[in-house]
Nanobody, 116 residues
Framework: QVQLVESGGGLVQPGGSLRLSCAAS????????MAWYRQAPGNQRELVAR???????RYADSVKGRFTISRDNAKSTGYLQMNSLKPEDTAVYYC??????????WGQGTQVTVSS
């Protein structure tokens, strides 16, 4: 049974940082690309960042220069380092392992709230 468990969300002030983790089990992690999505209330789920098996990364324009996606295949864990957080980054963040973008396995989500 495949499980993706996100952690690291919470409440942070504008300008602060958080590091999200996504721990995978029941799956050969290194065979999959990984992505982080987010969904704010009333909005569609949007792709924030993705990382290939080989470590190539891509980011949404809204987070470039502030967020960093990474992965540790030995630990079957992915990460999203979020710096210089803004109120508009407030959302539920989901990790996704996929072969075809938009499909695959999803975590349960972790809430990130940026507010003073």
């Amino acid at each position: 049974q495949v499980q993706l468990v996100e952690s690291g969300g919470g409440l942070v002030q504008p300008g602060g940082s958080l590091r999200l983790s996504c721990a995978a089990s029941g799956i050969i992690f290194r065979l999959y690309e990984m992505a982080w999505y987010r969904q704010a209330p009333g909005n569609q789920r949007e792709l924030v960042a993705r990382i290939s098996n080989g470590g190539n990364t891509r980011y949404a324009d809204s987070v470039k220069g502030r967020f960093t996606i990474s992965r540790d295949n030995a630990k079957s864990t992915g990460y999203l380092q979020m710096n210089s957080l803004k109120p508009e980054d407030t959302a539920v963040y989901y990790c996704n392992l996929f072969v075809v973008i938009g499909t695959g396995y999803w975590g349960q989500g972790t809430q990130v709230t940026v507010s003073s």
